[in-house]
């Protein structure tokens, strides 16, 4: 008998990162399951956690590099070793980069992996400011939406693991879809069968989608929105709530700014001006509107599908401000915003400049890509010297000051602005370029 373990893993076939417990044989993994100590998954794992194994060992997984060898499309290839593969790519790599610039090779990733910082760091090395991939689609709108409207980068998330001591009693899911995969899935961190669960202890529960997700079917409110239309039905459901004087009046008079600036931004949009837009009944919008003000705590579960809408970072900022007005935020079973635990070291561009790499990319080769074009401006060799000295330092500034500066401005939304005021540029510190301007 071979000497077994049990090694406690997190799965990352999904963005659920469910904790899990990888049985081991030798050296072999012999069974995948969920870890029951886990204070978000709690022992839950899906079927395709569990399989996640068969991808390790499966017979066609590619192990070594391969060289095409037949025409486009054939699907011939040769094995060829690590070292030919990376002389290839270096060899046609250089060739770009001597014959038309580094500016001329382009980089995109897809979404949060461990290794992307790894392509940000080649790009930098290579000399190239053109990295980039698909966040403006998925997931950044409503980071952006978050440090803009309450001044931090954590999204809140739906308090279904009941942490303050209660669960949700109204639970609205807008545009996200984790409970009806087979076997359940996840998104943005939160596991599909806790959700489920809390649906299920739910007095009332709303479903925001144009398609009838399982969670519709025993839903209170489903409203079968037109896809894309998700902001004018957040602005429509502020309206009622603002009218029928639902908001949680001592909630908007401590910690919000500008409610009365909201007031008359709203005014316009009724749920009747929604109606033939979003094509609900002016009516279910109503009814809806008044159960997630009225029952409570109250959550939103949102997805991907609030990135993917039209206008996604007002959309965004909508759902944060019927959060917000309805005195469901940071509250037990509301919506909460997670603290980082003390002491964890995390991969983000702004904390772990050192590994990412983005630290060093010379700040002006952003400032090319995004603002400035010195050529065409005809500017002097002596001005661009100034800028680029500024720039740098500015750049010294953002990483050993950050967080000073985020203090003083009391908010990082606020911190940013500044840095972007003092940086004379369009794009507050973006530490990839724009995704649609590089398209
Ligand atoms: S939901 Fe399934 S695939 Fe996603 S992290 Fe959890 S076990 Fe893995």
Redesign the pocket.
């Known amino acids: 008998m071979q000497n077994t373990r049990i090694i406690k893993s997190a799965?990352r076939?999904?963005h659920?990162?469910?904790q899990v417990l990888v049985h081991m044989e030798g050296e072999r993994v012999v069974k995948i399951t969920g870890d029951p100590e886990s204070p978000t998954?709690r022992g839950y794992?899906?079927r395709?956690?569990a399989a996640s194994m068969e991808l390790l060992y499966h017979p066609d997984r590619v192990l070594q590099p391969l060289r095409r060898v037949g025409k486009r499309g054939e699907n011939k290839w040769a094995p060829i070793s690590w070292d030919e593969a990376l002389d290839e790519m270096a060899e046609r790599l250089l060739k770009i980069k001597k014959e038309s610039g580094p500016q001329y090779f382009g980089m995109m990733h897809g979404t949060g992996r461990p290794y992307e910082n790894l392509g940000a760091r080649f790009a930098n090395a290579f000399g190239t400011p053109n990295f980039t991939g698909v966040a403006h689609i998925c997931f950044w709108p409503r980071v952006y939406a978050n440090i803009m409207t309450q001044g931090m980068s954590e999204l809140p998330v739906c308090d279904v693991y009941g942490q303050g001591g209660v669960e949700p009693q109204c639970v609205m899911i807008w545009g996200c879809n984790i409970t009806g995969a087979k076997g359940?899935?996840?998104s943005d961190g939160m596991?599909?069968a806790t959700l489920q669960k809390a649906i299920k202890n739910a007095q009332k529960v709303i479903v925001v989608d144009p398609r009838r997700i399982s969670p519709a079917e025993n839903a209170d409110h489903w409203l079968q929105l037109r896809p894309g239309t998700d902001g004018a039905l957040a602005l429509a459901m502020i309206n009622v709530i603002i009218v029928e004087d639902l908001i949680d009046r001592e909630f908007v008079n401590k910690y919000t700014v500008g409610f009365d600036r909201l007031l008359e931004h709203i005014k316009h949009f009724s749920p009747e001006w929604a109606e033939e837009i979003v094509g609900v009944g002016a009516e279910d919008i109503r009814v809806a509107a008044r159960t997630y003000a009225t029952v409570k705590p109250a959550c939103i579960q949102w997805g991907n599908a609030v990135d993917q809408s039209m206008c996604n970072f007002h959309t965004a900022r909508s759902l944060l401000i019927l959060r917000v007005i309805t005195g469901n935020l940071h509250v037990p079973g509301g919506d909460i915003v997670f603290e980082r635990p003390q002491g964890l070291r995390v991969k983000f561009p702004y904390l772990d400049v050192d590994f990412s790499g983005f630290r060093f990319m010379p700040l002006q080769n952003y400032q090319y890509a995004l603002d400035r074009d010195y050529e065409k401006q005809n500017i002097s060799s002596t001005k661009r010297f100034i800028q680029d000295r500024s720039l740098q330092f500015l750049d010294f500034l953002k990483y050993n000051f950050y967080p000073l500066l985020r203090k003083i401005s009391q908010g990082e939304g606020a911190a940013l602005k500044l840095m972007a005021e003092l940086k004379g540029s369009s794009y507050p510190l973006s530490p990839a370029i724009h995704p649609p301007t590089f398209w």
């Open positions: 799965c076939m999904c659920g990162v469910c998954s794992i899906c395709k956690g359940h899935n996840s596991c599909g």
